[in-house]
């Protein structure tokens, strides 16, 4: 099994600025993807921004120029830096982590940006 935990959600103003965290946990010998989704009011769960199995970085268009993805192997954490925040990026923020052919949720963080 593998624990996931989210940390670093909250309330931040249009053009600020958030950080959100997870830590992986447990049986974890082989991460093939790591990253980051969210889901919005009244829509489905989306593509953030994660890394892919060779360790390329794909991003969402909404994501592209303002976030920015980054992992601690060592550590095997996972980091989400939000700047530009905009109020449609106010959503319930998942890690995902694909151990092998398994996939793992976060229990969500919330990010709220107020205008």
């Known amino acids: 099994q593998v624990q996931l935990v989210e940390s670093g959600g909250g309330l931040v103003q249009a053009g600020g600025s958030l950080r959100l965290s997870c830590a992986a946990s447990g049986s974890i010998f082989r991460i093939n993807a790591m990253g980051w989704y969210r889901q919005a009011p009244g829509k489905q769960r989306a593509l953030v921004a994660t890394f892919d199995r060779d360790g390329s970085t794909i991003y969402a268009d909404s994501a592209k120029d303002r976030f920015t993805i980054s992992r601690d192997n060592a550590k095997n954490t996972v980091s989400l830096q939000m700047n530009s925040a905009k109020p449609e990026d106010t959503a319930v923020y998942y890690c995902?982590?694909?151990?092998?052919?398994?996939?793992?949720w976060g229990q969500g963080t919330q990010v709220t940006v107020s205008s």
């Open positions: 995902r982590v694909v151990v092998a052919s398994t996939v793992y």
